[in-house]
């Protein structure tokens, strides 16, 4: 059985990118390329609920716009959920929507609790737990690699450097995943903020927890750190907490499982990583771009701004589409070519600029396990029923993959 294909885009007019279906059923390799050639700065028309917005998909563009956070920011939300509503309540607030001098003493903050002496730690924990659960599902005659495997493998992670109770850890990908994506079409917004709110009151109640006792988790760097001489606020510990799951959670998941159908696909790459022909470090970053989890970030404009000649008028919404630059041939030759020894490969899955992704080492942590483990301990991999796609115009990926590993002798 192979992954089917999906529906061919016809190139006469773009699909809309605000909308989750567009993911599900274009040929995107083709719209992307299409974009790229045809309209790179290009006007994705307004709808009756929400205004148009720009999408930009050359690499060099999107490049551009990460690094300018001058006159493009991110205070009033960095993707499109929240930047086509107006706003982000968390802007301000949170490392992601937040820019500035606040955003770099908060992210220097945060990024004290991951000194590299506790990610090795935390590297060393993820290869044990990850070895655990492909033994345990090489051990069965059947699987499905999303939910026996890849969820339990982020949150575990993020859930020790915050010391989140393990018991609490399971509700908390549900949440997740309801929030900035959907199980499916007939999930509903009020669904979606109702996950978001039992996210936020959940942290609410673990800050206050560590407040009154601190650890040396990041929870606790966040509950009693200054930032410009001030403790944090309430809203500024919880909305941290929260994106730290959110970021670490659902991106690193897809990836993981976006390398299985990646293998399936492409047998001789899963033949180059059994044979250790690639490094598991080159074989990370290519499934990283090819798999591309958050296909979008965005900024607004501060300032008009002209790029490759169209006006960008101050106060428009800006996307940039990481999943088309990851694919462009002027920055990767031979795009579409799955090669996990390609180099270089300086992709934008993580993003680019000031706001590049704070736990960049932990996703790569993730996805080498993970490869690594495949290698080690698993023969074939068998396709055994259709993969389940997320709904999202967000993240780009599988929420189920019932697949038959079996065991390397
Ligand atoms: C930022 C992707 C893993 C936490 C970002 C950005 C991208 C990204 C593209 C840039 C956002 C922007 O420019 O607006 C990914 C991918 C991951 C991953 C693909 C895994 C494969 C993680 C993990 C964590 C995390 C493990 C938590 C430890 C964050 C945070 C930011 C961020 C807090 C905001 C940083 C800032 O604004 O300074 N991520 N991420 N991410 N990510 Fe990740």
């Known amino acids: 059985m192979t992954v089917q294909p999906a529906r061919a885009h016809d190139g006469l007019r773009f699909p809309d990118l605000a909308d989750p279906r567009t993911f599900i059923d274009t040929d995107l390799p083709a719209l992307w390329r299409e974009l790229r050639a045809a309209s790179p700065v290009h006007w994705n028309p307004p709808a009756e609920d929400r205004p148009g917005f720009w999408a930009v998909s050359r690499y060099e563009d999107v490049l551009a716009v ?22 982000d309540s968390a802007g301000g607030k949170m490392l992601a929507v937040t820019d500035g001098v606040r955003h770099r003493e908060t992210r220097k903050l945060m990024q004290k609790s991951f000194s590299p002496r506790v990610l090795e730690h935390v590297g060393q924990l993820v290869r044990r737990r990850t070895r655990q659960l492909i033994a345990e599902v090489v051990a069965r005659p059947e699987a499905d690699f999303a939910t026996d495997v890849a969820d339990h493998i982020p949150i575990n ?24 994506s959907r199980y499916d079409e007939g999930d509903s917004q009020l669904d979606e903020w109702l996950a978001r709110n039992e996210i936020l009151l959940y942290f609410g109640e673990l800050a206050r927890r560590r407040r009154e006792s601190p650890g040396d988790d990041v929870v606790s760097a966040l509950a009693t750190g200054l930032v410009d001489g001030e403790p944090l606020s309430e809203d500024e510990i919880i909305f941290n907490c929260y994106s730290l799951v959110l970021g670490a959670d659902e991106s690193s998941r897809m990836s993981s499982i976006g390398a299985l159908i990646a293998f399936i696909e492409h047998p001789d790459q899963w033949r180059a990583l059994k044979n250790g022909e690639v490094s598991i470090a080159d074989a990370t ?89 495949l290698r080690d301990q698993v023969a074939g991999i068998e396709l055994r029923g259709e993969p389940r796609r997320l709904y999202s115009n967000f993240v780009y990926g599988y929420q189920g993959l019932p697949v038959a590993l079996t065991a390397e002798r």
């Open 66 to 87: 990460y690094k300018d956070n001058k006159r493009f920011t991110s205070e009033q939300g960095n993707v499109l959920s929240t930047l086509l509503q107006g706003g």
């Open 157 to 180: 992670t993020i859930g020790d450097l915050m010391d989140i109770p393990v018991a609490d850890r399971g509700k908390l990908v549900d949440w997740n995943n309801r929030t900035l």
């Open 285 to 373: 970053e290519e499934v990283l771009r090819w798999t591309t989890p958050a296909m979008h970030f965005g900024r607004r404009a501060v300032e008009d701004v002209v790029l490759r000649d169209e006006l960008i008028r101050a106060g428009d919404v800006v996307t940039l589409w990481n999943s088309a630059a990851n694919f462009d041939e002027d920055a990767f030759p031979d795009a579409h070519r799955f090669d996990l020894g390609r180099k270089p490969n300086r992709h934008v899955a993580f993003g680019h600029g000031p706001h590049f992704c704070i736990g960049a080492f932990l996703g790569r942590a993730h996805v080498s396990a993970v490869l690594e483990a």
